[in-house]
């Protein structure tokens, strides 16, 4: 069964850049693609991108094109999700969710990303 | 793009009621739809993939329907611990997956 441990919360400078690490637990190295959702406060679901770690092609959400990049460590069996050029909008809960192909079924348990001057 | 738009937003009923929420596509997506319940602080749970198959360990009280357009997910008889956000998602368009906004079930 797949098994997400997210990094802990962190906090921002607007402009600043942040990296979320998800680590799996031998998974989804295997066969999955990693997606990336976010969460603002109060609000709904948000799709950012995913990329397969098998073998590291991605895809991004058109409003993300050029500001999130999605890589993973395959040594340690991990995933990162980078996102620059912060704004007090990006604050939010970032999950990763995997799965084989569509839809996502196994989730992190989120990270949430503060961005305040 | 392809929207989805959940209705109603919030739905207030009674434990042991029966609910059925609503999901519509702005185009036709087929059946490549799925249902995800999220608590307050939690990560969301994949209850549904393909509008009627439930994931594994999610009780039968659980079950969606629908294709195209239009689209529903059934509650048969409610439990307090079913008090949740409700979102569908569809992955028509994949690799692009889109989520509806959500519906909100509270107890009356």
């Known amino acids: 069964q797949v098994q997400l441990e997210q990094s802990g919360a962190e906090v921002k400078k607007p402009g600043a850049s942040v990296r979320v690490s998800c680590k799996d637990s031998?998974?989804?190295?295997?066969?999955?693609?990693l997606y990336w959702v976010r969460q603002a406060p109060g609000q709904g679901l948000e799709w950012m991108g995913w990329i397969n770690p098998n073998s590291g092609g991605t895809n991004y959400a058109q409003k993300f094109q050029g500001r999130v990049t999605l890589t993973r460590d395959t040594s340690i069996s991990t995933a990162y999700m980078e996102l620059s050029s912060l704004r007090s909008d990006d604050t939010a809960v970032y999950f990763c969710a995997a799965g084989v192909g569509a839809p996502p079924d196994s989730w992190g348990q989120g990270t949430l990303v503060t961005v305040s001057s | 793009e392809i929207v989805l738009t959940q209705s109603p937003a919030t739905l207030s009923v009674s434990p042991g009621e029966r609910v059925t929420l609503s999901c519509r596509a702005s185009q036709t997506i087929s059946s490549n739809l799925a249902w995800y319940q999220q608590k307050p602080g939690q990560a969301p749970r994949f209850l549904i993939h393909a509008a009627s198959t439930r994931a594994t360990g999610i009780p039968a009280r659980f079950s969606g329907s629908g294709s195209g357009t239009e689209f529903s997910l059934t509650i048969s008889s409610l439990q307090s611990e079913d008090f949740a956000v409700y979102y569908c998602q569809h992955y028509n368009n994949w690799p692009s997956i889109t989520f509806g906004q959500g519906t909100r079930l509270e107890i009356k």
């Open positions: 031998g998974y989804i190295f295997s066969g999955y693609y």
